[in-house]
């Protein structure tokens, strides 16, 4: 069964994104725990370039991530970007010297955070933000109040929002446009933490929101949780199709719904070559119904 290559970021809005449908997670280009430069510098600077050489112009990054290296990274080795290329970031978070991961979500904190992405992305308004929620975020509507200030401002072109539900989702867009949601999903992993109420939600709900909106899901850790599972049923169509397992679960968020922009992440070289392949796979009907 075939599937869509693309996939339109705020369709209905006056500035539509269309990207192609596998974009590239930077996170893991960052040093041990997501944090400092990365062990290979120039091998990181490789997949960027081969990145976009392979037709991905959807890259997600976040200022938090390392501090700032992905950033950087992403700056020296594609600036000036090409035309169509979109740069996705993320705020609502911080890092400590301890590599803890912390909230900086207050209004003051995300207008710091968006004007640090423009100064290290070199850029003079960022595409697409996602706010993200951390522990702390008392006050879900305020963000994203201060989120579409920034957009009216002209700092912010799209808004999203990341590690939601769908009940946070309609709230949301009662406020306004809601561009993307960013939460973590894959095959082996469907539920939704919470994290203004650390309350579990499904996965699929949550997909079932954004298809009836029109709004695409950027899946996160898809893969993480996928490859420690071993799912006995992604090794057999694996072995059917002679491919490593990765790119049968990159491929089950390709055919689950054309809303998924699928965002694998990878510091090797050789492991991005081989997920970006997996847009090539076409999964039978059967083979989704037996990975379901």
């Not at 390392?66 to 035309?83: H, Q, S």
């Amino acid at each position: 069964m075939k599937v869509p290559q693309t996939v339109t970021i705020a369709a209905k809005s006056k500035n539509p994104l269309t990207v192609n449908r596998l974009g590239y997670g930077t996170m893991r280009l960052t040093g041990e725990g997501i944090y400092g430069e990365p062990p290979n510098r120039p091998e990181a600077l490789q997949i960027l370039k081969r990145a976009v050489e392979s037709g991905v112009n959807f890259l997600d990054t976040a200022d938090y991530y390392g501090e700032d290296v992905t950033n950087r990274l992403i700056a020296e080795a594609l600036y000036p970007y090409p035309p169509d290329l979109v740069i996705c970031t993320k705020v609502g978070a911080t890092r400590k010297p301890d590599k803890s991961w912390v909230p900086f979500n207050k209004p003051e904190n995300l207008r710091t955070s968006i004007e640090n992405n423009l100064r290290t992305l070199k850029i003079e308004q960022v595409q697409l933000v996602h706010l993200r929620a951390m522990g702390g975020l008392s006050n879900f509507e305020e963000g994203l109040e201060t989120m579409f200030a920034m957009q009216e401002e002209g700092k912010i072109l799209h808004v999203g929002i990341s590690n939601v539900t769908a009940k946070d989702l309609e709230t949301a867009l009662q406020m306004g446009n809601i561009a993307t949601v960013e939460n973590m999903y894959g095959q082996a992993q469907r539920a939704t933490l919470n994290q203004y109420h650390m309350e579990t939600h499904g996965g699929d709900e949550l997909l079932e929101h954004c298809e009836k909106h029109g709004i695409p899901l950027i899946p996160f850790f898809s893969l993480l949780h996928a490859i420690g599972k071993k799912d006995s049923r992604i090794t057999e169509i694996a072995a059917k199709y002679h491919v490593p397992e990765a790119q049968i679960n990159i491929a089950w968020l390709l055919h689950k719904s054309p809303w998924i922009l699928p965002i694998p992440g990878t510091s090797s070289l050789k492991h991005f070559e081989e997920n970006i392949k997996a847009a090539d796979i076409e999964l039978t009907e059967d083979d989704m119904q037996f990975l379901e």
